[in-house]
């Protein structure tokens, strides 16, 4: 990978690298880190990583560094405590993404990371499971699990709409 | 199986209806109401009762299979709903799928409360972005070596001992072995028939500087015959060297090149080692008119310089070798920028603190 598609790699990515930890470790400062972290080996083995891959390579990165991170933390902050907007939603949101938002931050750790890949990034199972080393079929089986939680936490679409 | 007869003629009536006799049983059984035809009325009353299949096949048993996801704890009408919205049923189970939900509003609202929990990226930008980009290029082992390759050479060029031109006729060797000592000599002065040279070093042995000194007006001279070692060899040959008298200050080793700037030069169709390499020089690295060679002096400064300018082509780099001069045109210090590396040295001092 030259210098320009890392360059380029950084304008397109970085963005949904750091939200994708922001939104699991709900930490703005560590996420920032987690994701400069990951860029930074990205560059360090720009020259062995191939463009078209870089994008899986930093989310892979991202997903480990984040696991690590948590693991060392051991901290399980949960998610209302934390005002939506100290994290920089500009965006007022509506009752369902609010209500959708809560019900993010109380997935496991395992679910809320496949759901966010999938929906956030549209990667299929496969890539999902080489993200985060599972099978492809416990990925599948925590993106059900996490869409009937979701569902029956956000209720009945009659109260929503 | 038992015998047939009167007191259990029933259970083989029953096993000849569901097909389970074999063909002497049925001998059997046939023989059996020829003697009581009476009883060939109640086995056909008994087969009356037997149903028939038919052929109707349940319309729903496609969705009685197994599932596009058999999840534990999940309802099969929810892995249904989801694996809809996630794309993973076949074209013919998405079809008999989208069938149920027009035909079942309780489905239609379930799988619509599942498309609720699709979620869309946010406007969150990653802080600090621009410090993530690089700007400079990678390394490749050529360009590293590239650039060690012009640092030495830069490097060569400000510890290299130089010739001062203020002391042409004094040559200093500081190379010489130390049991030897180093000793300045003196050449005579150039005469108009003297040939242009110039003793870039030359040596002494210890001691002998006392009686060269003391017999420093001695004009003797030596015509040194030199043995044709390289390609300026034949040039050199033509010159003779002039040193005090060898007795007295014998010469152990002494380097001689032409001295370009005042010579005359060679004929047009013989150009020596150094003319040479400059014609190239201005022709190939600086892209000059190569006639300036029998104009100007080779100046390694030029060479460095190219050298540097050259890099900077071919790795984007921005090196800069920067010269300061006095104000006899001579180099008073250099200067060399990169990212790596930010040097400034003198390489002579000015006039005025030389003593």
């Given at each position: 990978?030259?210098?320009?598609?890392?360059?380029?790699?950084?304008?397109?990515?970085?963005?949904?690298?750091?939200?994708?930890?922001?939104?699991?470790?709900?930490?703005?400062?560590?996420?920032?880190?987690?994701?400069?972290?990951?860029?930074?080996?990205?560059?360090?083995?720009?020259?062995?990583?191939?463009?078209?891959?870089?994008?899986?390579?930093?989310?892979?990165?991202?997903?480990?560094?984040?696991?690590?991170?948590?693991?060392?933390?051991?901290?399980?902050?949960?998610?209302?405590?934390?005002?939506?907007?100290?994290?920089?939603?500009?965006?007022?949101?509506?009752?369902?993404?609010?209500?959708?938002?809560?019900?993010?931050?109380?997935?496991?750790?395992?679910?809320?990371?496949?759901?966010?890949?999938?929906?956030?990034?549209?990667?299929?199972?496969?890539?999902?499971?080489?993200?985060?080393?599972?099978?492809?079929?416990?990925?599948?089986?925590?993106?059900?699990?996490?869409?009937?939680?979701?569902?029956?936490?956000?209720?009945?679409?009659?109260?929503?709409? | 199986?038992?015998?047939?007869?009167?007191?259990?003629?029933?259970?083989?009536?029953?096993?000849?209806?569901?097909?389970?006799?074999?063909?002497?049983?049925?001998?059997?059984?046939?023989?059996?109401?020829?003697?009581?035809?009476?009883?060939?009325?109640?086995?056909?009353?008994?087969?009356?009762?037997?149903?028939?299949?038919?052929?109707?096949?349940?319309?729903?048993?496609?969705?009685?299979?197994?599932?596009?996801?058999?999840?534990?704890?999940?309802?099969?009408?929810?892995?249904?709903?989801?694996?809809?919205?996630?794309?993973?049923?076949?074209?013919?189970?998405?079809?008999?799928?989208?069938?149920?939900?027009?035909?079942?509003?309780?489905?239609?609202?379930?799988?619509?409360?599942?498309?609720?929990?699709?979620?869309?990226?946010?406007?969150?930008?990653?802080?600090?972005?621009?410090?993530?980009?690089?700007?400079?290029?990678?390394?490749?082992?050529?360009?590293?070596?590239?650039?060690?390759?012009?640092?030495?050479?830069?490097?060569?060029?400000?510890?290299?001992p130089?010739p001062d031109?203020?002391q042409?006729d004094v040559a200093v060797n500081p190379a010489v072995p130390a049991e030897t000592g180093t000793e300045e000599i003196l050449v005579?002065?150039?005469?108009?028939?003297?040939?242009?040279?110039?003793i870039l070093s030359a040596a002494v042995p210890k001691g002998v500087s006392a009686q060269h000194e003391a017999s420093s007006?001695?004009?003797?001279?030596?015509?040194?015959?030199?043995?044709?070692?390289?390609?300026?060899?034949?040039?050199?040959?033509?010159?003779?060297?002039?040193i005090p008298d060898p007795t007295k200050s014998p010469v152990l080793f002494a380097m001689?090149?032409?001295?370009?700037?005042?010579?005359?030069?060679?004929?047009?169709?013989?150009?020596?080692?150094?003319?040479?390499?400059?014609?190239?020089?201005?022709?190939?690295?600086?892209?000059?008119?190569?006639?300036?060679?029998?104009?100007?002096?080779?100046?390694?400064?030029?060479?460095?310089?190219?050298?540097?300018?050259?890099?900077?082509?071919?790795?984007?780099?921005?090196?800069?070798?920067?010269?300061?001069?006095?104000?006899?045109?001579?180099?008073?210090?250099?200067?060399?920028?990169?990212?790596?590396?930010?040097?400034?040295?003198?390489?002579?001092?000015?006039?005025?603190?030389?003593?």
């Amino acid at each position: 990978m030259t210098v320009n598609e890392y360059n380029y790699c950084v304008n397109q990515h970085a963005d949904a690298v750091y939200r994708f930890v922001l939104k699991n470790i709900r930490d703005r400062e560590k996420a920032r880190d987690l994701v400069q972290d990951s860029f930074e080996k990205l560059w360090i083995n720009v020259r062995e990583v191939v463009a078209e891959k870089a994008k899986s390579y930093l989310f892979t990165t991202a997903y480990h560094k984040m696991i690590d991170q948590t693991r060392a933390d051991k901290r399980t902050a949960a998610w209302e405590e934390v005002n939506m907007n100290r994290l920089g939603h500009s965006e007022h949101y509506s009752d369902l993404m609010e209500k959708l938002n809560e019900g993010i931050s109380r997935l496991p750790a395992d679910q809320r990371s496949v759901i966010m890949l999938r929906d956030y990034e549209g990667y299929s199972y496969k890539e999902i499971a080489d993200i985060t080393s599972l099978s492809e079929v416990q990925v599948k089986v925590y993106i059900y699990r996490a869409r009937v939680f979701l569902k029956e936490y956000i209720g009945s679409i009659e109260a929503l709409v | 199986m038992e015998s047939l007869s009167e007191k259990n003629y029933e259970i083989w009536f029953l096993d000849y209806l569901d097909g389970r006799l074999g063909e002497a049983e049925v001998n059997r059984l046939l023989d059996f109401l020829e003697l009581h035809p009476q009883l060939k009325d109640e086995l056909r009353d008994l087969g009356a009762f037997t149903l028939d299949p038919g052929t109707d096949k349940y319309p729903g048993k496609e969705d009685l299979l197994a599932g596009p996801s058999d999840i534990p704890g999940i309802a099969r009408d929810d892995r249904f709903c989801i694996a809809r919205m996630e794309s993973d049923l076949t074209p013919s189970e998405t079809e008999a799928f989208d069938r149920r939900l027009e035909q079942e509003p309780g489905l239609d609202r379930r799988y619509k409360g599942f498309l609720l929990t699709r979620l869309t990226p946010e406007p969150i930008a990653c802080p600090g972005k621009k410090e993530l980009r690089h700007n400079t290029r990678v390394l490749a082992p050529w360009i590293i070596t590239a650039v060690s390759a012009a640092a030495l050479f830069i490097l060569a060029l400000i510890l290299w001992p130089r010739p001062d031109s203020n002391q042409r006729d004094v040559a200093v060797n500081p190379a010489v072995p130390a049991e030897t000592g180093t000793e300045e000599i003196l050449v005579p002065e150039k005469t108009e028939t003297e040939p242009h040279v110039q003793i870039l070093s030359a040596a002494v042995p210890k001691g002998v500087s006392a009686q060269h000194e003391a017999s420093s007006g001695s004009t003797d001279t030596l015509t040194r015959d030199f043995t044709p070692m390289n390609a300026l060899s034949p040039y050199l040959r033509e010159y003779e060297i002039r040193i005090p008298d060898p007795t007295k200050s014998p010469v152990l080793f002494a380097m001689v090149i032409p001295d370009t700037e005042n010579s005359t030069g060679p004929d047009d169709e013989y150009l020596s080692l150094s003319q040479v390499a400059l014609k190239l020089f201005r022709e190939k690295i600086l892209g000059e008119d190569p006639e300036r060679v029998r104009e100007t002096r080779f100046s390694i400064w030029e060479v460095a310089g190219a050298g540097v300018d050259r890099i900077n082509k071919l790795t984007g780099s921005e090196m800069k070798l920067a010269r300061e001069y006095d104000n006899n045109g001579q180099v008073m210090a250099i200067s060399f920028n990169s990212r790596l590396f930010d040097v400034a040295t003198p390489v002579r001092l000015p006039e005025n603190k030389q003593d």
